[in-house]
């Protein structure tokens, strides 16, 4: 069946340290997403990608990083520098713009301390 | 820029009864499309419904469907004959035309009691 696959679930780290969430779709979907879901805020755009190779920055990129080397592949790298990164990530999908939805996968809870 | 702003953060329905959840959004655009996600306790998001600014029919699916009021700025949800199931985290979302991405409201969390 096709769909995302994010990994691990539950992922612990100490202040300080670099962490890197994966993320990886089988839908052949050019466009991929990361979100930030924290209580009472909804979800936050941290990068997308729409194409192999470029990405963008959304409205909290700070404190992060990522890579498109591969079309199924949208790796999150957590930084030291981002302030406050106990948080719950998705990653999602899409075949692009206009009516299309985005697919998400099931989530990864990060917890620093 | 576009903001999704959803009202209510808690809401409580009785089984088999109707609900209506809010959404307002903010843009200058007049093409763009609007999305309504479940979130369960399982954390999965689920898409709801989806409607495209350019059609005036409200968009449905089985026992939801959506009061779109582009005058207004307005995209309400109403879910009819509530179940246990529905039971969830609501988010509104707006897309751009030409835009991948999907902008967020805060959330509403649906309860439902028997």
């Known amino acids: 069946d096709g769909g995302i696959t994010q990994s691990p679930k539950y992922l612990f780290r100490k202040e300080g340290q670099n962490v890197t969430l994966s993320c990886e779709q089988n839908?052949?979907?050019?466009?991929m997403y990361w979100y930030r879901q924290d209580p009472g805020q909804g979800l936050r755009l941290i990068y997308y990608?729409?194409?192999?190779?470029?990405?963008q920055k959304g409205d909290i990129a700070e404190g992060y990083s990522v890579s498109r080397e591969k079309k199924e592949s949208f790796p999150l790298t957590v930084t030291s520098a981002q302030k406050n990164p106990t948080a719950f990530y998705l990653c999602?999908?899409?075949?692009?713009?206009?009516?299309?939805?985005?697919?998400f996968g099931n989530g990864t809870r990060l917890t620093v301390t | 820029a576009q903001t999704v702003t959803q009202s209510q953060p808690e809401m409580s329905v009785q089984e088999a009864e109707t609900v209506t959840l809010s959404c307002t959004y903010d843009?200058?655009?007049?093409?763009?499309?609007l999305f309504w996600y479940k979130q369960p306790p399982s954390r999965q998001m689920i898409l709801v419904i989806r409607?495209?600014?350019?059609?005036?029919q409200n968009a449905t699916e089985n026992r939801f469907s959506v009061n779109f009021q582009k005058a207004a700025k307005s995209f309400s949800l109403k879910i009819s004959d509530s179940q246990l199931g529905d039971a969830a985290m609501y988010f509104c979302?707006?897309?751009?035309?030409?835009?991948?991405?999907?902008?967020f409201g805060t959330g509403t969390r649906l309860q439902v009691f028997p």
């Open positions: 999602a999908s899409s075949t692009g713009s206009g009516v299309s939805p985005l697919h």
């Open positions: 839908l052949n979907h050019d466009a």
């Open positions: 990608s729409q194409i192999v190779n470029d990405f």
């Open positions: 843009t200058s655009e007049s093409d763009y499309y």
């Open positions: 409607q495209e600014a350019y059609k005036q």
């Open positions: 979302a707006y897309r751009r035309s030409g835009m991948d991405k999907l902008i």
